[in-house]
């Protein structure tokens, strides 16, 4: 089973053709232009497709007898009608149907026949319907359809377009139609001309008739001047009956050639019958009766033409005089538009003097011919004529014409007055043609001064539906509109044709413009207001809205500005943004306004704040609320570039940015509101007495967050340092800022040891150092250890020592180090070392990044052992170290725990090998082992 789409399927076709219906030509044509219906699925492995079967017969249409070629096509039809998957195309079913109308035998089944023989695609289906349909005809000897087929046979061989027939099958079918009537003229003379007269009546004007084969024989058979395939020299013969075939056939009866002559569409058969009529039948052709006369002037055929004039001129009882009372009067007109210029020069004369009463419309019509010397005399028939007569609508189609056109604008300008032209004649030549064109923009030009006719009349000219295929017209409207102040065009009306496209551009142009619209109403605001919501008018309804002088901040209100604010098209929320910032005060944000129009300040500030901060509010609100307070606020507004834009002033007091609104918000979870409150923080942080809180801030997970504890902790003591946000030497807290090493954030580790480095003297101690070292960050153990030996080293070492710089420590000094309170001597550190050993508690909870997992505690062997590593590691770089705290390390070798004296050997060992010479007590000197 085949789908398609195809409008019309085989079953339609049968419908129309049980029912008589006078369609069925028409509909059979558009059925066979319909492209072949697409299988369901795809044909099975081997099977023929009908567009296989049709390479096939064109495969055999190449071989090079004819006993082949048609052993091969008789091949190929039987194998695939045979077939059941796929079936044959439902068009095969056309051969059957087309032969069953014919039997039928009905005058609308034989009409339609004949419509399908001269113009039905050549497609198999329609084609085996159609040849044994002529078959058929040659057998009964029906010369109706046998002429509309062989008409067609004769044809097609040189026309294009869609056939499925061979170039030879066509050639045999033609020389077989002439066969028939060469038999038919030997056999049965009296009926070869009615047969003959069948087929030559149905070529078209168009006709190539040199291609010919059974026309050229009708008229040329005698010159012999042919093959077996085409005719030579030229056909058709000037003398058509000299050499025509069976010329004592067409003797007989001048009725065959009289039908052919009021039938035919071509010139050649046309002549063909005037020449027999006056070569077999002159006298017949003095017999003639006026009506047969009449018919001759109504076929567009300058040969028939040429004939009707000269049998017109040479009978005296068909004087110009009689043709009235003959019934030729309206025939002799017809002649003024035919293709014969013999005809039409009679015709012409005929009608200037017998004609008078013509009428106009009959003479405007003939305005319009192909014909130069039609067009002069209805012209000039025109134009003799009272120009109030003719009428001023009928002299706006003259215009039309070039040969009435400078006479009808003269007329139209010279015999009427203004007010006798209504508005609807000169709406209709500004939409008219060409030359009407130039006449209305002549006469508004010379009839009318500035300001008229008013914009009442443009508007209606726009208002033309024309005006929509009519870009000329309308331009000239708009400029003429245009020229009007906007205020006198009204509001709604250019409201309503910005939503029309020729119109839209210019009306958006003139909108832009205007500084007032005194009519625009409120039901004009709202127009507006839906019309943002449109790509079209989008950008000229915010320039018209954001007019304060058309619109007020008032009309557009709050809620729809809000609203608008909320959207996420930036082309809206930014129009609202801009909007609200330079036009509306933090009182107009007041949810509880009086009537008119008045609200609370603070009540406003709220709003504010809870449309910046607030959790349901959409990013947009947030972002035009947060924009709003940062250009209000009276240090951060005068920075932000929306302020500098809009030349804002700001409206807030530094009192409404109160720590209570802003520092939550530092911890949201939200980005921009961060961002938000840690911009106002900045500013505020002094003004709140919240620097003692940054602290908090160094451990968040938001970076712009940690700025703020970082830049006020890090600058501190810093003279170029912006005092309101950063912290003075003082006012460090040792506590807060060693509480920083334990920190989950790395940063904020490193930020507490770089203030300890900086600011030791002030905050550090020994004390401090011991706590340090049981961190379960091993920088923060080794920076301990450091800052113990730099700081608190023996009073005994020189002033101006310093270790060698170890590897991966941050911020070492480049000045000898700051006394910090030293040591008595070399036993006081290490009584402090062993106690700082023999002391630690249970580790604090190692913390290896900002990511780590779930926290333990550590044990108190595992924070010794740590320590151990950390001492032993700066003992190896530095041989005056190493050998202060080796007797200490040594003394914990004897300790029960075996971690713990297992980590003070491995230390001392390491040692041992970092420093030949070294004294430890218990292991001897490395030189005296080696001796």
């Known amino acids: 089973m085949a789908s398609s789409p195809n409008p019309i399927d085989i079953e339609n076709v049968k419908q129309l053709a049980a029912s008589g219906s006078p369609a069925l030509a028409e509909v059979l044509e558009a059925y066979l232009e319909q492209p072949e219906p697409t299988p369901d699925a795809p044909p099975r492995e081997g099977a023929l497709t009908f567009q296989a079967f049709l390479q096939l017969l064109a495969t055999a249409q190449g071989l090079r007898t004819p006993e082949q070629r048609r052993e091969r096509a008789t091949d190929a039809w039987k194998r695939f009608l045979a077939q059941v998957d796929p079936a044959p195309p439902p068009r095969l079913e056309l051969a059957d149907l087309l032969v069953r109308i014919y039997e039928e ?340 030009k010379a009839k009318y001064r500035p300001g008229e006719p008013g914009t009442g009349f443009w508007v209606r000219v726009l208002d033309d539906p024309r005006h929509e295929d009519d870009d000329q017209a309308t331009s000239t409207a708009l400029d003429a509109l245009g020229k009007y102040p906007i205020a006198a065009i009204g509001t709604p009306w250019l409201l309503t044709a910005l939503t029309r496209k020729p119109l839209g551009d210019t009306v958006a142009t003139w909108l832009r413009k205007a500084d007032a619209l005194p009519d625009l109403t409120a039901e004009g605001v709202e127009r507006l207001k839906g019309l943002v919501f449109s790509a079209e008018t989008r950008a000229v309804a915010l320039e018209v809205l954001g007019n304060p002088k058309i619109v007020t901040p008032r009309q557009l209100t709050l809620p729809w500005l809000l609203a608008l604010a909320r959207r996420a098209d930036p082309a809206l929320n930014g129009f609202a943004r801009r909007y609200l910032l330079a036009h509306m005060k933090p009182q107009d944000f007041d949810p509880g306004q009086d009537a008119g129009g008045r609200g609370d300040r603070e009540a406003g500030t709220a709003k504010l704040f809870a449309l910046a901060l607030g959790e349901k509010e959409p990013e947009p609100m947030r972002a035009f609320a947060q924009t709003y307070l940062r250009c209000h606020h009276p240090v951060l507004g005068p920075e932000q570039g929306e302020a500098k834009e809009l030349e804002l002033k700001p409206a807030l007091k530094r009192s409404a940015f109160t720590a209570e609104r802003i520092w939550p918000a530092l911890f949201d979870k939200r980005e921009d509101v961060r961002r938000f409150a840690a911009l106002v923080t900045r500013a505020e942080l002094r003004a709140w007495g919240y620097q003692a809180r940054v602290y908090e801030l160094a451990h968040s997970d938001a970076r712009e967050v940690r700025n703020i504890a970082f830049d006020a902790l890090r600058k501190a003591g810093d003279p170029s340092a912006d005092p309101a946000m950063t912290l003075a030497v003082e006012e460090l807290d040792p506590a807060q800022v060693f509480a920083l090493t334990e920190s989950l954030k790395k940063s904020a580790r490193e930020l507490g040891l770089s203030l300890i480095l900086k600011h030791y003297a002030r905050i550090g101690g020994p004390e401090r150092l011991g706590w340090l070292m049981q961190s379960a960050d091993r920088e923060v153990r080794l920076f301990a250890v450091r800052m113990l030996w730099e700081k608190h080293r023996p009073r005994d070492l020189p002033t101006g020592w310093q270790p060698r710089a170890a590897r991966g420590e941050a911020g070492d000094p480049a000045e000898p180090p700051e006394d910090a309170g030293r040591f008595a001597d070399v036993e006081a550190l290490r009584r402090f070392l062993r106690y700082v050993l023999s002391g630690i508690p249970a580790g604090r909870s190692p913390e290896p990044g900002d990511d780590a997992g779930p926290r333990r505690r550590l044990s108190a062997s595992e924070a010794k052992r740590h320590v151990i590593e950390i001492v032993r590691d700066l003992a190896v770089e530095d041989a005056a170290f190493a050998a202060l705290v080796a007797p200490v390390i040594a003394e914990f070798t004897g300790s029960v725990a075996k971690g713990e004296w297992q980590a003070c050997l491995a230390a001392l060992m390491r040692l041992r090998r970092a420093h030949p010479g070294l004294e430890i007590e218990g292991l001897g000197s490395v030189g005296q082992e080696s001796a």
Not at 223 to 245: C, E, I
Request: glycine share 8%; net charge positive.
């Open 105 to 444: 035998d009905t005058d609308a089944g034989r009409s339609a026949l004949c419509d399908a023989a001269r113009s039905a695609p050549l497609v198999f289906g329609a084609w085996g319907g159609l040849k044994r349909i002529y078959k058929l005809a040659e057998a009964r000897l029906d010369a109706e359809l046998f002429g509309a087929l062989a008409f067609r046979f004769d044809t097609e061989v040189a026309r294009g377009g869609r056939r499925e027939v061979s170039r030879g099958t066509l050639i045999y079918m033609r020389r077989r139609a002439w066969r028939f009537l060469r038999e038919l003229g030997r056999s049965v003379p009296e009926l070869y001309p009615q047969f003959a007269v069948e087929v030559l009546r149905h070529y078209p004007p168009d006709t190539r008739f040199g291609d010919l084969w059974v026309a050229n024989h009708v008229w040329a058979h005698g010159t012999g001047k042919y093959d077996g395939r085409s005719f030579h020299g030229g056909v058709p013969p000037s003398d058509m009956v000299k050499h025509r075939a069976f010329g004592d056939a067409w003797k007989r009866s001048p009725d065959p050639l009289m039908l052919l002559l009021s039938t035919c569409q071509a010139d050649p058969p046309a002549k063909f019958a005037i020449q027999g009529l006056r070569k077999d039948f002159p006298e017949a052709l003095r017999s003639v009766t006026p009506a047969w006369l009449a018919r001759l002037a109504y076929r567009p055929l300058a040969s028939a033409h040429d004939f009707l004039v000269e049998t017109l001129l040479g009978s005296p009882e068909l004087h110009q005089s009689k043709l009235r009372s003959l019934g030729l009067h309206d025939a002799a007109l017809a002649l003024l538009d035919s293709p014969s210029a013999k005809a039409r020069a009679f015709a012409i004369e005929y009608a200037r003097a017998h004609a008078a009463d013509l009428e106009a419309e009959r003479l405007a019509a003939l305005l319009g011919s192909a014909h130069k010397d039609t067009r002069a005399f209805a012209a000039s028939a025109l134009q003799g004529r009272g120009a109030r007569a003719l009428g001023h609508a009928f002299l706006g189609r003259l215009l039309r014409h070039g040969e009435t056109e400078a006479w009808a604008a003269k007329a139209l300008s010279e015999s009427f007055d203004r007010a006798e032209l209504p508005e609807g004649f000169l709406v209709d030549m500004i939409y008219g043609e060409p030359a009407q064109k130039r006449w209305a923009a002549a006469y508004f």
